[in-house]
Structures are given as structure tokens and as C-alpha cells.
């Protein structure tokens, strides 16, 4: 089965940078989209980055031009960096995965995902 667990989380001032990474098990990254999603309290969850097997992205509209995904198969890792931050960006960040034989398909929409990991926590505060 397939397991993701997410590190790199922390307290960071605003104008900050973080780096998290996504290291996936059980299988080889190489035919999965990954994305990257967070959640605030009291709100839903929300897609934030995205990229597929061929290395295309999607952004959220409020995080583009500050937020890079990239990935490193042969490490089995995904990582989000994240820059210029603000307190709206403090939330649980999740990345997950979803198989694809395709090299272009990702997707920024939670539903086309079925392995989760269980989260790191970013705040962003002063």
C-alpha cells in the first residue's frame, strides 16, 4: 500500500520560506500525481500545487509566483517550497497521490486523490 508522509512544517515569520517534502512509500512515485492541499480551522480543504508525472504544475490562484512544486522520483519525494508566506497561508498541508499513465495529469481537486498523508502543520505568524 501506498504511504506518504509529509515533513518540514514549522512556525516561520511572515516574508518567510519553508521547504516540506512529501516521501512516498510501498511504490515507485514514478506513475503517480502528486498534489499538495492544506487546511485551515474551520475551513475546507483546499488544493494548493499540483504536478504530474511529467512534471506539469497547476497553482492556486493565491499562491502562484510563491509556491514551487518539484519532484525527485528516484528519491521518491515530492517537495513544496513555499515563499514569501503570509498568515493566511497557516494551515495542515497534506500531500497526496493518485495513480496515472498519463505524463500530463494532475489535479488541484481532492475527490481524484486516494492515498493521503497525515499532514504537517505551517504557521505563519509574528
Known amino acids: 500500500q501506498l504511504h506518504l508522509e509529509e515533513s518540514g512544517g514549522g512556525l516561520v515569520q511572515p516574508g518567510g520560506s519553508l521547504k516540506l517534502s512529501c516521501v512516498v512509500s510501498?511504490?515507485?512515485?514514478?506513475?503517480?500525481?502528486i498534489g499538495w492541499f492544506r487546511q485551515a480551522p474551520g475551513k475546507e480543504r483546499e488544493g494548493v500545487v499540483c504536478i504530474s508525472t511529467g512534471h506539469n504544475t497547476d497553482h492556486a490562484a493565491s499562491v502562484k509566483g510563491r509556491f514551487f512544486i518539484s519532484r525527485d522520483n528516484a528519491k521518491n519525494t515530492v517537495y513544496l517550497q513555499m515563499n514569501g508566506l503570509k498568515p493566511e497561508d497557516t494551515a495542515v498541508y497534506y500531500c497526496?497521490?493518485?495513480?496515472?499513465?498519463?505524463?500530463?495529469?494532475?489535479?488541484?481537486?481532492?475527490?481524484?486523490?486516494?492515498?493521503w498523508g497525515q499532514g504537517t502543520q505551517v504557521t505563519v505568524s509574528s
Open positions: 497526496a497521490a493518485t495513480w496515472t499513465d498519463s505524463l500530463f495529469y494532475r489535479s488541484l481537486s481532492d475527490s481524484k486523490y486516494e492515498d
Open positions: 510501498g511504490f515507485s512515485l514514478e506513475n503517480y500525481a
